[in-house]
């Protein structure tokens, strides 16, 4: 009898904490009219079209506070919060001089953003945050991370002005 019922319980064991996991990690859809930005169609860019589009930073960020801040943080401005502080994402671009290889640096960039908001983060087995392309438009997407480097160029500012 003891056997029976010990498997038993390690089957429940793992559905309820197979429950758990799953259910921290949905994508929750933003509700925000985009109506203003450039239709991109379902092919996804392979780099951000919307960085001179005058909507883009106030749509990124009602999008953002809906389906992002929760782990990334209010408002994309803070360094506190359980995943990665996204302004940081385009750093190591800023410092290079070189016109063609800044060019270059920020295309790999919205690649890599591209691709992990649409895949998602999953780390040996545990994903650290949903895919995100059944749920978000890319014109939410791009306009997300233009969004964020608004905040990211906003805090150098400030620190250049603190120094
Ligand atoms: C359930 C929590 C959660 C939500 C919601 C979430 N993320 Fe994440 N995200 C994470 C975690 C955790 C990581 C870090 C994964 C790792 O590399 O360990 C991450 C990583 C990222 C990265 C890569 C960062 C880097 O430095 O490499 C990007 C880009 C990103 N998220 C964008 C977004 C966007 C855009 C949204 C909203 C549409 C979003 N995330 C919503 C948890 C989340």
Redesign the pocket.
Known sequence: MKIPQLSLFAGLFALLFAGTVHA??IATPPDVDYSALPPLGQQWRDSNPYRDVAAAPEIGRVA?NQ??A???GADAATNAA???D?R??NRACWRIVNTDLKARCIADKDAY?AK??RHG?T?VGVM???P?QDV?PQEL?WS?QVFIEAQAATKARAQAAAR
């Open positions: 921290i990690e953002y389906s992002c929760r782990c990334h359980p995943a990665p996204l940081n994402l953003f992990t908001v983060k780390i650290h945050m949903p995100w978000l997407a997300i």
